[in-house]
């Protein structure tokens, strides 16, 4: 994975948008994706183009339709990289918060 052209994928609200759009439903054509878009139909395809080439959208032909799918794994693989491993202190702190309150209620009674 090149997480380079995710971030700059990611870094285009346009982008974001569609990633979206196809997260509520995936499998559209690129006329209804277009729709929701305040831009031009070659402004969207070169938006799709870009995060295709980032791998965070898969393209099935079925018949002449030409349908997107988002492919989330980047994403995760982004998480697991750097979000995860900075959550992983505050869950502890969360779960160490409740075994002494826990602790603290079960003396009390």
């Not at 395809?45 to 989330?72: C, M, P």
């Not at 982004?78 to 969360?94: N, Q, T, V």
Request: proline share 2%; with cysteine.
């Amino acid at each position: 994975m090149d997480i380079d052209k995710v971030f700059k994928a990611l870094a285009d609200p346009g982008r974001r948008r569609l990633l979206d759009l196809l997260h509520q439903e995936s499998g559209q054509t690129l006329t209804a994706l277009c729709e929701h878009m305040d831009m031009t139909r070659q402004a969207v395809t070169q938006h799709l183009h870009q995060l295709e080439e980032a791998n965070l959208v898969a393209i099935i032909w079925q018949g002449r339709e030409k349908l997107h799918y988002l492919n989330a794994v980047p994403l995760h693989e982004i998480y697991a990289r750097w979000i995860e491993k900075f959550e992983h202190s505050r869950l502890g702190a969360l779960q160490d918060l409740k075994m002494k309150l826990e602790g603290e209620d079960n003396e009390k009674t």
